[in-house]
């Protein structure tokens, strides 16, 4: 588990385990460690109809088991570390597969080789050797090839063993190549903001990291004492060695290779997968050229670099992280014995080592004897002291790749898959190989409040007992630059994103975006900055009964969910000011103002309001297109596309897109693109190094002053609703709520999305509460009750805020001070006072005066008097003391609390397309 709770991104990169076949001079084939020189296959033993092989001369050897040479059914892997499925970001399947596989052995004992992809991995050229390989040969054959390989290894020794001859050879054959001028697939790291791991993205998993460094002085040791501890001391070819695993292997002794590091690392970097004995002197000839042209130090660190340790891992530092997940900077004595000591065979066709602690936990004691073996021999070379090794009786506790998690399993999933996209935007498509280190906006902090407020696993109080249908999904956005520093949008990177935008593949090869939910009311936001473009002010007066205009289609005209004004500021029902309509969330007056428009161009203005605050998705609910804002012109769109309900919210948007537009008017309407990548690294020449990213500078695309005074109106909200702040802490939202309509399923009602979205100077974030699913049913609450916008949305949005803000300990903030803009008397406004007749023209003594005025000549109506009846956006958020409806802190007007119905739910109509 990583720091923030998530599951840790296991690396498992690479192609089905496969088995080294007999090579022409039979014996197994050479797998980038093993030098083959014609051993007859290894008899049947006890374990798994292996061959037992004596792995070394020291206390602690380990009895090692070989493939049986009959005809048999190959293992099924038990572990598959390949990309196969959904396996890279977006669900795209990734091929498992290594540019330079590494599975070396030992020059003293005889081994079998492989790993996942490419050459000696499982299923590439070299693996271990398939159990219905080729019978054992007849003795007269055999003695046959007996001879030619006697002839063969001895004029093969006598060239090698010639210093003379071995200089001239190697003056023909080509330097070998370090790891940064091979083509190595690297694997991608993304990273929390303070630089803590999210996830680990690869086709190989393999990182490349400095290992001449003191603190990997323990891996190094283990290597070198496993698989040669003679490296310091020949120049590349073990002289000694050669003859030794030539005459045991035609004398029938213990099958031996005498492969040295050094000639490991040539064999893999040159790509020598040839199986003869011209291979093999070219193979020496560039071990001893490199050790002309190279440090021994130099040498081994590119060969920890690109050695396969099983589990699918590359290199000593995946390694580490897969086994015992820490760097291999970290690792001590026993771990790294334990990662050395899985060189010799790193598959043994299950997926896994038989050395891997884990292979058999109920009988480990092959791994122990390995590990064990390990240790003896660092003691030999001085390495680690007796008393230190005798220490030692048990195996590390290391991961079990049962619970290791993939990328995508949990909340950091879409966040990754939203970094995805943007790098591609970036022009940056080799994610998965490219070695990068990507640092995200994610702020740890942030985001665990975040989780702790819209995730249903984290047990917040009001998720008790929810349906299971019921989900929600949460963007935090910092005003002032655009990172994110929050995100959820699910708990899977392969499932639907409910939060950002989704992308899929169409038959054409093309992709497409989808997603989003009808934003409601909350999608207001944005009526209201075209309105004030328009010259309109928030004092102007509007009707707000319900209406039933010719374009709308269907039996149903625009109603404010079933309430009716009986006070407001103005004169209800139909002389209410723009401001009241807006805390109070009534339809009517916005769908007015988009009618009223000249030439029908309210929505297109509409639909450029939200563009220019930050919307870049919108969905056509009639056809089901998602159109991309920043590449069409609103004027194109609408109305033909987007009709006069957009002025309410009926076309969805995504969660993502509505934090922006809501942070650009915390942020006085300057807009920033939101982000997730702050930045994005490369090793060149063994050196991070930042690439630089076309990042958007801030741009006044919301005139300031409009801004401002849409603030001013949207922070009397939440102290309207119930849900202020802790602390007096300013602030500003708005609610919205979309009924459910299905006609394939008219016996079910009730809402189907509901948002608070809202912004303090510091932060602004956008809830939405739905459900989530293919196909989606109405949201109740555990007692059957609908969901509105001011219930569990706002329970979580307010968790959330507060949390957010103790955790990054961010004082409050004033909103700057709203200015009156726009004319009261502006035409579009068709508010009608209509006083009712009066017994007293002048209605001097107010006992005689009509409800509908207190008598103090303010035309207030009973304003004054009734302020006991509070209210809420869904009646379940209460309201202010005595119904004043919250405080007002830059000036604003506060209007009276009328008695609410029960939601101010938009209704579900599906006009112009």
């Known amino acids: 588990m990583s720091a923030y709770g998530h599951p840790q991104p296991y690396r498992r990169r690479a192609d089905d385990a496969g088995h080294e076949p007999y090579d022409s001079y039979g014996g197994y084939e050479d797998s980038y460690a093993v030098d083959s020189y014609g051993a007859d296959p290894y008899p049947e033993d006890s374990y798994g109809g292996r061959a037992v092989a004596s792995v070394g001369a020291a206390a602690g050897r380990a009895r090692v088991t070989m493939p049986p040479a009959g005809p048999q059914e190959p293992p099924r892997p038990r572990y598959d570390w390949s990309r196969s499925g959904s396996g890279g970001p977006g669900g795209r399947p990734a091929a498992g ?45 055999r003695k046959r090839h007996w001879l030619r390989n006697s002839i063969l290894i001895t004029l093969a020794v006598l060239i090698i063993s010639a210093g003379g001859g071995m200089v001239a050879l190697s003056y023909y054959v080509d330097s070998v190549p370090p790891p940064d001028r091979l083509e190595l697939d690297e694997a991608s790291t993304v990273l929390y903001g303070d630089g803590k791991e999210m996830a680990s993205l690869q086709e190989v998993n393999r990182e490349i990291i400095d290992t001449r460094v003191p603190e990997l002085a323990n891996i190094r040791n283990a290597v070198i004492a496993a698989e040669d501890e003679d490296f310091y001391d020949h120049s590349g070819v073990d002289f000694r060695g050669i003859v030794r695993a030539a005459w045991n292997n035609v004398t029938g002794g213990d099958r031996q290779g005498a492969s040295t590091i050094d000639q490991q690392y040539a064999r893999a970097a040159a790509n020598l997968s040839e199986d003869s004995y011209s291979r093999k002197l070219q193979e020496a000839a560039m071990a001893y050229k490199m050790n002309q042209e190279l440090t021994k130090d130099e040498i081994l660190d590119f060969y920890l670099n690109t050695i396969y340790l099983g589990r699918g891992a590359y290199g000593v530092q995946a390694a580490a992280q897969a086994y015992f997940d820490k760097p291999a900077a970290e690792l001590t004595v026993p771990e790294a014995a334990v990662i050395a000591g899985v060189i010799r065979i790193p598959d043994d066709g299950t997926g896994m080592s038989p050395y891997d602690p884990l292979h058999d936990p109920e009988s480990p004691q092959v791994a122990l004897e390995r590990m064990g073996y390990v240790l003896d021999q660092m003691v030999d070379i001085g390495a680690v002291d007796p008393a230190e090794r005798a220490e030692v009786t048990e195996l590390p506790e290391a991961v079990d790749p049962a619970e290791t998690k993939q990328w995508h399993e949990g909340p950091q999933g879409n966040i990754v898959r939203q970094v995805q996209f943007e790098l591609e935007r970036m022009g940056i498509t080799d994610l998965d190989t490219g070695g990068y280190r990507i640092t995200t906006t994610i ?46 949008g699910g708990e899977d990177g392969t499932a639907f994103d409910m939060a950002g935008p989704n992308r899929r593949e169409l038959e054409d090869g093309t992709f497409e975006w989808y997603g989003g939910r009808a934003p409601g009311s909350s999608f207001k936001v944005y009526t209201l900055i075209a309105e004030l473009r328009e010259g309109i002010s928030f004092d102007s007066h509007w009707q707000t009964s319900e209406y039933d205009p010719d374009w709308l289609e269907g039996d149903d005209p625009i109603r404010n969910a079933g309430r009716v004004a009986e006070s407001c500021e103005g004169r209800a029902p139909d002389y209410c000011t723009l401001r009241w309509s807006t805390q109070y969330s009534y339809n009517v007056p916005f769908a007015h103002f988009s009618e009223a428009v000249p030439d029908s161009q309210g929505p297109a203005k509409i639909v450029q309001a939200a563009k220019d605050a930050g919307i870049r998705l919108i969905r056509n609910t009639g056809d089901g297109t998602t159109y991309d804002l920043t590449a069409t012109e609103p004027t194109e769109l609408a109305p033909e ?13 995504t969660v993502l897109d509505h934090a922006s537009g809501l942070a650009t008017l915390a942020n006085r309407g300057v807009y920033h693109e939101p982000h997730f990548v702050a930045s994005v690294e490369k090793k060149i020449n063994g050196e991070w190094q930042q690439i630089e990213s076309d990042r958007i500078s801030g741009e006044q695309r919301v005139e300031q002053q409009y801004a401002d005074a849409i603030t001013g109106v949207l922070s009397t909200i939440p102290g309207i609703n119930g849900f202020p702040l802790d602390g007096d802490r300013p602030a500003a939202a708005k609610t ?32 939405w509460v739905g459900d989530g699913s293919d196909e989606p049913e109405p949201i109740k609450d555990q007692f059957g009750n609908d969901i509105g916008s001011s219930g569990l949305p706002a329970q979580i949005w307010q968790r959330f805020m507060n949390d957010a803000h103790a955790a990054k300990e961010l ?36 006992l005689f005066c009509d409800e509908e005025d207190d008598g103090d000549g303010d035309g207030d109506g009973d304003r004054d008097r009734d302020r006991d009846n509070g209210g809420g956006d869904n009646g379940d958020g209460g309201g202010g003391n005595d119904g004043e409806g919250g405080t007002d802190d830059i000036g604003t007007i506060v209007p009276p609390s009328p008695t609410l119905p029960p939601d101010d739910t938009d209704q579900n109509q599906d006009s112009g397309g």
């Open 97 to 141: 597969r290594a540019a330079v596989p590494v599975s070396p052995g030992v020059g003293r004992a005889p081994v079998r080789t492989g790993g996942p992809g490419g050459p000696g991995g499982p299923g590439g050229p070299a693996g271990t050797r398939p159990r219905g390989g080729p019978a054992r040969r007849p003795a007269r054959k």
């Open 443 to 488: 702020d740890p902090e942030v985001q665990k409040a975040a989780l702790d407020a819209a995730r249903r696993k984290n047990k917040a109080g009001y998720w008790d007992e929810m349906p299971k249908n019921v989900n929600s999904a949460i963007v935090a956005i910092n005003p002032a630059d655009g990172a994110v520093l929050g995100y959820y």
């Open 641 to 653: 596309h987007f009709f006069h309900p957009v002025a309410f919210g009926q076309y969805p948007v």
């Open 736 to 767: 919205g709520t979309w009924e459910y309509d299905d006609p394939d399923r008219p016996d079910l009602e009730g809402n189907n999305d509901a948002w608070v979205v809202g912004y303090t100077p510091q932060i602004a974030a956008a809830v």
């Open 811 to 846: 004082p409050p903030e004033q909103f700057p001070q709203a200015l009156p803009v726009g004319n009261p008397q502006h035409p579009y406004a068709n508010g009608e006072q209509g006083r009712p007749e009066r017994p007293d023209d002048d209605c001097r003594i107010p």
